[in-house]
């Protein structure tokens, strides 16, 4: 379903963001865990949680804790990684494609999809998306974010394709909008779609510390970033 142009399994070494959080500081460690606090704040307290993309498993490795999770990504080396690094008896990675995980009658309180599905064609969005809403319980709660491309998204893409050794330009190829992303959970037959904005300005803040950037993203979820984030965040029902 990837884009031919860029190979995910050779061109990203394996760990590269993970290592990146593990600073623990700076304005990207401060971009990831925001994001990753986000998705947590919309779940619903699940005992099972499917992460679709997991790549070096740093979601589930540091936010997770307590909850029986399990990675899947299509990166041998990235699930390699995150197997080493976040592996436990609970916290489970595996390189397989989510359409031979339905086959197992696997279900799941939730699945995350974290800045994934701009990677994809749309139809292959969709189609990713159809296949996830069959893992889910029938009360079961999907929570997906990619960038907003109706915000100041392309202009901070821009800055990290000139300054990352890792670059954008050949990997988001479908740019979401509001209004496509919601169209494109309602195509894949979920219901009680919402569509949000998260990720403001606050992971700039970091240059003055971690502390200024959480006291700013508290401000702008107060006033729900004016619906400009710099990410859109999605919650359906299958």
Not at 170 to 183: C, E, P, T, V, W
Request: charged share 20%.
């Amino acid at each position: 379903m990837r884009e031919a142009a860029f190979d995910y399994e050779t061109e990203i070494s394996a760990g590269f963001y993970d290592r990146i959080y593990r600073r623990r500081r700076g304005v990207r460690y401060s971009w990831h865990d925001l994001k990753f606090r986000s998705v947590v704040e919309h779940l619903d307290q699940p005992r099972r949680v499917l992460d679709v993309g997991c790549g070096p498993g740093t979601f589930i490795g540091n936010y997770l804790d307590g909850i029986d999770a399990l990675g899947v990504d299509l990166s041998a080396a990235q699930v390699a990684y995150a197997s080493e690094t976040y592996g436990t008896p609970t916290h489970r990675f595996v390189a397989q494609p989510v359409g031979a995980l339905a086959a197992t009658g696997e279900r799941f309180d939730a699945v995350t999809m974290i800045e994934l599905i701009e990677h994809l064609a749309p139809e292959d969005a969709v189609r990713l998306l159809t296949d996830v809403r069959k893992l889910l319980s029938p009360d079961g709660l999907l929570v997906v974010t990619t960038p907003n491309y109706g915000s100041l998204w392309p202009l901070i893409e821009l800055g990290v394709n000139a300054v990352s050794t890792v670059s954008y330009a050949d990997q988001h190829i479908n740019k979401y909008r509001r209004r496509q992303f919601a169209n494109h959970l309602a195509q894949a037959g979920y219901r009680d779609v919402k569509v949000t904005t998260v990720l403001g300005f606050a992971p700039f803040a970091a240059v003055f510390g971690l502390g200024a950037a959480n006291a700013l993203n508290s401000l702008e979820n107060g006033v729900g970033h004016l619906g400009v984030g710099n990410l859109l965040l999605a919650t359906a029902r299958p």
